[in-house]
């Protein structure tokens, strides 16, 4: 049941941070590897990494 609350909440994220959510914690990918895929900076990976956490918590504590 967890996962599927956790694959709900992926799904709510904009596309872009829920594919570098994905690839980063689903598919092991590192920030550089993503940083290329993406073509966008390091730092944009790590931003957006940070405000998909932030985004998910609020969605499971809120369907919890």
Known sequence: EIIIQINEAIAQLPEQM???FKLKYLEG???KEIAVINRITKNT?????QRA?????KILIETT
């Open 29 to 31: 990918k590192k920030i």
């Open 53 to 57: 956490k932030n985004k998910l918590r």
């Open 18 to 20: 829920a594919e570098i």
């Open 45 to 49: 990976i790590k931003t957006q990494l």
